[in-house]
């Protein structure tokens, strides 16, 4: 139960203290993602240059997972390829499709494994992965190609 304990507060202080949280007005693409169970949003800007994420920032509103899910995506995937980024949302996706049966990476999601108990309630799992696909979208607009 400690490893629980302090999952909850690596999720809550990403809550109180997002990363990246306000909207950078110049971007490459621009995503606005609800998630219609809850009415969890998220905006989120992506600016990409030569294939280098540049900058990612977000605003939003909802729970305290899907607010710190973003907040930890967007740390993770800054100054990544767009490549080595989809790895990662890839990563986190499976690791969200587990059930609570896999741990994840922590080479790969640094402190995004922190969410493998959310993966055992499908009603939060939307939540989690609200930002990610949010930024898959992004990602997929910034490089011109239509969703």
């Not at 800007?45 to 930890?72: F, H, K, P, R, Y």
């Not at 740390?75 to 896999?102: C, H, P, R, Y």
Request: charged share 20%; aromatic share 6%.
């Amino acid at each position: 139960m400690e490893l629980d304990s302090l999952y909850q507060e690596v999720i809550l202080d990403h809550y109180k203290h997002p990363q990246h949280k306000g909207l950078n007005p110049v971007y490459t693409a621009q995503v606005s993602h609800v998630n219609t169970s809850c009415g969890d949003e998220i905006t989120l800007n992506l600016n990409v240059e030569n294939n280098v994420i540049t900058s990612i920032t977000w605003d939003g509103q909802g729970c305290s997972i899907s607010q710190a899910s973003v907040s930890m995506l967007s740390d993770l995937v800054t100054d990544k390829t767009l490549e080595q980024a989809n790895a990662i949302v890839k990563s986190f996706s499976e690791l969200m499709a587990s059930k609570g049966t896999a741990a994840g990476d922590p080479e790969v999601l640094e402190d995004a494994v922190v969410f493998a108990g959310v993966s055992k309630f499908p009603g939060r799992v939307k939540c989690a992965l609200l930002g990610w696909m949010a930024f898959k979208d992004a990602a997929i607009q910034s490089q011109g190609e239509s969703k």
